[in-house]
């Protein structure tokens, strides 16, 4: 059974539970005040207002009411789930039962969504069901039926806790300050739990696990009810993870691929864009030029394009400077060196690395 389903329905529970003590106390409160008693009762201190407040409180608590088209309907819906259950039809039932409950949030149709619950197996939701009839308030004038039904809720309940299964994880293999991943059939298991045991419905279910540096662990696992099962999540380094500084935390980058990769990306911006004004210098130093010989004014824009020329040429250089520097960073100060089979090469107007990745 998915955990995260579990947890799903550990929240419509809870919904369903306020929805059953609302409708409790309306129904209280339909009981314990309404218009005739109050006008009988109130001394005669008791103003109007107060009267017509109590009034207004009942009528509302009236309205909250099922019609009798909607007890009927869940009649008819209980009916047929206890059909459906008798055929072995538990889905069918389920869905029946849930119905019904939707209409009425009465202890009886809580104690059939249960009931339908533990038939699938699916004790951990089951209970939660139960647990749900249990704590639902007692209604003045309520059937019999009714009081019933929350006492058995209220024993099944009980079974049902010592019948649910359990994991107990154990991870091996792992750093000590290692941030590990840990999900059961999908669900993440909150980090402060995982020493701990987990409560799963009967059946099969898949552990997995991960944590940075380390090969993805998991373990897939039957259990049966009523049994504590032990399962060990054994994790395994990966060797081509990160490098790990001996407090654990990644080393950084080197000073030199930091500054020589600003300067060369700075260089080629530069010269690129100086370039370019360069030749546009020179085409307008061309105009009007017969057999390279050109006006007394077009001497500006010539020397215009001699200097964003040599401007170009002395970045891209700095651009060169730049990347020796990226490139002295990478092959002996950066983490990638230290990695297994990883060794600088050099060669005749060749440079780089070695390795396998």
């Not at 039932?93 to 699938?120: N, Y």
């Not at 960073?329 to 780089?352: H, K, R, Y």
Request: a neutral charge.
């Amino acid at each position: 059974m998915n955990t995260l389903t579990e947890t799903t329905a550990n929240d419509d529970a809870t919904r369903r539970h306020l929805a059953r003590r609302l409708r409790g106390i309306a129904r209280a409160a339909v009981g314990a005040v309404s218009t005739a008693a109050v006008a009988a009762a109130a001394p005669a201190g008791v103003t109007a207002s107060v009267v017509a407040v109590a009034c207004l409180t009942a009528s509302a608590a009236r309205a909250q009411e099922p019609t009798p088209a909607d007890k009927a309907t869940a009649r008819d819906l209980m009916d047929k789930g206890y059909e459906q259950l008798n055929r072995g039809e538990l889905e069918a039932a389920l869905t029946s039962f849930r119905g019904a409950d939707a209409i009425m949030h009465v202890s009886s149709t809580g104690l059939a969504v249960g009931l339908a619950l533990e038939k699938l197996g699916r004790l951990i939701e089951a209970r939660e069901a139960l647990l749900e009839v249990g704590r639902s308030a007692p209604v003045p004038g309520e059937a019999a039926t009714m009081l019933q039904a929350r006492e058995k809720a209220e024993k099944l309940q009980l079974e049902l806790a010592e019948r649910i299964p359990s994991l107990e994880l154990k991870l091996t293999g792992l750093a000590p300050a290692a941030a590990v991943t840990v999900t059961v059939d999908g669900a993440v298991v909150p980090h402060g739990t995982l020493a701990l045991p987990r409560k799963v419905n009967p059946g099969k279910h898949t552990v997995r696990g991960s944590a940075a540096g380390y090969k993805p662990a998991g373990v897939d696992v039957a259990v049966a009810e009523r049994e504590t099962k032990k399962l060990e999540l054994a994790f395994v380094a990966d060797e081509a993870g990160p490098r790990t500084t001996p407090d654990g935390a990644p080393p950084a980058i080197s000073t030199f691929m930091w500054i020589g990769g600003g300067i060369a990306t700075a260089g080629l911006v530069a010269g690129g864009v100086t370039g370019g004004l360069a030749l546009s210098a020179a085409s307008d130093a061309k105009a009007g030029c017969v057999d390279n010989r050109c006006p007394p004014s077009n001497e500006a824009d010539k020397d215009r394009s001699l200097m964003f020329a040599h401007t170009s040429t002395a970045t891209f250089a700095l651009a060169g400077v730049g990347a020796g520097l990226f490139a002295y960073g990478l092959l002996f100060e950066s983490p990638l060196l230290g990695a297994d089979g990883v060794t600088p090469m050099f060669g005749l107007g060749t440079i780089g690395v070695t390795g396998s990745f």
